[in-house]
Structure formats: structure tokens, C-alpha cells
């Protein structure tokens, strides 16, 4: 295969003399797509499938407009500076074959995107449940269901893997260890993560099993896309739960594509106010194109659900290719706790548990 490399470049006689000797050199290798425009070089990403997009440093491109589609680096004239508005930067003036070594690093980077899904060999469900607005109560609702599934007698083990996590505030138990503690064993090349869980996982008086969250936020950061994948499968094959159910951040970094990519059911929360439901609609667009891109199937597996959501202020996105739930009131004057439980017994999630 050729890597698509665009090129967004205000010097016309650089990007002329750089793209003959791309052509000169490395024409089976690379297939090279020149631009001075920056509005006609963002849309030809999606129409021609761009691998590695380089940028002038005089550009300044907002990675929204990219969103993940593919690798990026700015061009800079000096060889010295690595990074450029925290992404990567190529010194523009080096020798055509380094350049090169370069782009093959960030295509090798950016295609390293999880695109299979995960196997269970003992029927365990995974539900992931993930905001691309904040504030609207996502871990309420990721809580809420997981006490529905032991309210009907499922065995489910709930993970909160949000940087900040609430799960402490919302379940009880009398463990000593914690995330921090199973991020470490995940770490160790000797550790037998079955026996750690064990250890590590907690019982809520609902009957939810879970893990208290990290001493430090900055632990769960350390989580890389291995660490899940071992996790899961730790998980998995411990024949204990039926479902999983995953509070996560929602972002493009591998990670969370992975737990996208491994869920059977993805839960994506708005509260239906105009600010939430754009991002929302901008989370899905850009879910839809990885799909096309990487051959992903995320986007079947989406459903929306509406928390907080009230009949004045709320609306519904007019999205045909996802399911919609439906909604789930704002409720006044009670815990997190109690509202958990209360949201627990709604019908709105009767077709979750379902899955």
C-alpha cells in the first residue's frame, strides 16, 4: 500500500521541490497531495482517505477539524524544535529520506487505532457508557444501570475509568485496595490478574461489584491500551460477571477507542440542551468517519440517552443511524446515592438490560 501524505504548505517552490522528491524517490511508497489553501486541504482528509497530514507552522489547525482521521506534525524551519502547539513538529529543511523516516513514524503511530472488537469466551456483556459533553451525568446513569442489572439478579462489575472518578461516592465497601492498587499489578510482567481482582473488587450493599477509585488521579493516565486489553480479558476469563459495565471519558486517544471497539452496547449521554447535543453530534460524525476510515462497526452499537432532560429546555437530535433510549428527568433534593437507585427502576433502561 501507498501512504496518502497531504501537505499544506504557503512556500509554493518548497512544496514543489519536496513533492518532486517524494515522487523521485519513494513514488511506490508514497502517494503525495499538495496544498496553499487550508480550507481545501482539511476537506480533501475525509474525501481522500489522508494518512499523514503536514502542516506550515504558519497554519494554526485546530485537531477538531482533523478529528483522528490521521496522523499530524507541523512543518518547521528549524530541525531544533520537536513540538509545536503540542503536537509533533518535522523540521522542514532536513534530508529527503529523514523526512521521510518521520512520516513513517507517525503513520505507524495513528494506524496503531484498536479496530477489532473483543470475544468473550464466557458470554459477558460490555456496556460502555461515555459523554462527549460534560456535566450532564454520565457516571449517574453508568451507576444507575449497574444497580438495575443486580437489581435483576446479574452479576455485573462496574469500572469507573473517567480521570475523576465518582464511584466512591455512589458505592460502599470495606476493601482496602483500589484502582491504583490493580493499575500496578496490570504493570508487573508476573502479576496473575485474576487472583489481583479478586483481591481488589468490592461489593456494594446492592449487591454491584466494583473497584474503589485511584489514590491519585493521575494513576488511571497511566492506563494504556495493553492494560485494558489485559484487564478485560483478566476480566472475562474469571467466569464471574455477566456484564461489564465501563464509566469512561470519551476522547480519540487509543485507549478509549479500544473500549468502544470491545463494547457490545455503547451508552453516549446528552441532557438535550443545544450546547450537548452539538458536541454530541460532533462526537458522532467524527465516530462515523473512523468507521469508514479503520473499518470500525462503533457506530451500530451507539444509543442515546437523555439525562437531566426537561420538556422546555430539551430537544432530541435528529439522528436516524442511532437508536434513541429515551430520557431520564431532572431529579431535585436527593443524593447521588438515592438518585442511582431511584434512576435504577426506570424503564428507560429496560432495553439495555436486555442486551
Known amino acids: 500500500m501507498r501512504i496518502k501524505l497531504a501537505i499544506l504548505e504557503k512556500d509554493e517552490e518548497y512544496l514543489r ?30 474525501k481522500q482517505n489522508i494518512d499523514v497530514f503536514l502542516v506550515n507552522e504558519c497554519f494554526s489547525i485546530q485537531m477538531e477539524e482533523i478529528g483522528g482521521l490521521c496522523g499530524f506534525a507541523y512543518l518547521v524551519d528549524s530541525s531544533d524544535v520537536q513540538s509545536l502547539r503540542e503536537q509533533r513538529a518535522i523540521g522542514k529543511y532536513q534530508m529527503v529520506d529523514q523526512i521521510y523516516k518521520q512520516i513513517l513514524d507517525i503513520f505507524a503511530e495513528n494506524n496503531s487505532v484498536v479496530t477489532s472488537s473483543f470475544s468473550s469466551n464466557s458470554g459477558m456483556k460490555i456496556i460502555v457508557i461515555v459523554s462527549a459533553a460534560g456535566g450532564v451525568g454520565s457516571s449517574t446513569v453508568a451507576s444507575s444501570l449497574a444497580h438495575r442489572l443486580a437489581l435483576e439478579q446479574r452479576s455485573v462489575l462496574y469500572l ?25 499489578a496490570l504493570k508487573g510482567k508476573n502479576n496473575n490478574i485474576q487472583f489481583k481482582l479478586q483481591s481488589i473488587v468490592e461489593q456494594d450493599q446492592s449487591g454491584v461489584c466494583y473497584v474503589s477509585g485511584c489514590k491519585n488521579a493521575l494513576d488511571i493516565e497511566e492506563l494504556n491500551s495493553e492494560d485494558i486489553e489485559k484487564l478485560v480479558q483478566a476480566i472475562d476469563a474469571s467466569n464471574t460477571y455477566g456484564y461489564l459495565v465501563i464509566d469512561s471519558n470519551f476522547s480519540f486517544k487509543k485507549e478509549q477507542q479500544m473500549l468502544l471497539s470491545y463494547a457490545d452496547t455503547i451508552i453516549m449521554i446528552s441532557d438535550g440542551t443545544e450546547i450537548a447535543n452539538v458536541k454530541t453530534m460532533a462526537a458522532l460524525d ?23 432532560f426537561g420538556s422546555k429546555t430539551g430537544q432530541l437530535m435528529n439522528r436516524e443511524d442511532v437508536i434513541t433510549l429515551g430520557g431520564i428527568p431532572k431529579f431535585e ?19 439495555v438490560i436486555q442486551i
Open 17 to 46: 521541490r519536496i513533492t518532486s522528491a517524494f515522487e523521485r524517490g519513494y513514488s511506490d511508497k508514497l502517494e503525495v497531495f499538495g496544498f496553499t489553501d487550508e480550507t481545501t486541504a482539511l476537506n480533501s482528509i475525509q
Open 160 to 184: 469507573d475509568l473517567q480521570t475523576f472518578s465518582s464511584v466512591d461516592n455512589i458505592f460502599t465497601g470495606n476493601g482496602t485496595m483500589n484502582m491504583s492498587d490493580l493499575i500496578y
Open 286 to 308: 467524527s465516530l462515523e468517519i473512523l468507521d469508514q476510515h479503520h473499518k470500525n462497526k462503533v457506530i451500530p452499537k451507539v444509543r442515546l440517552l437523555y439525562n437531566r
Open 333 to 351: 433534593g436527593i443524593d447521588t446515592h438515592q438518585l442511582a437507585q431511584q434512576i435504577a427502576t426506570m424503564a428507560v433502561l429496560d432495553d
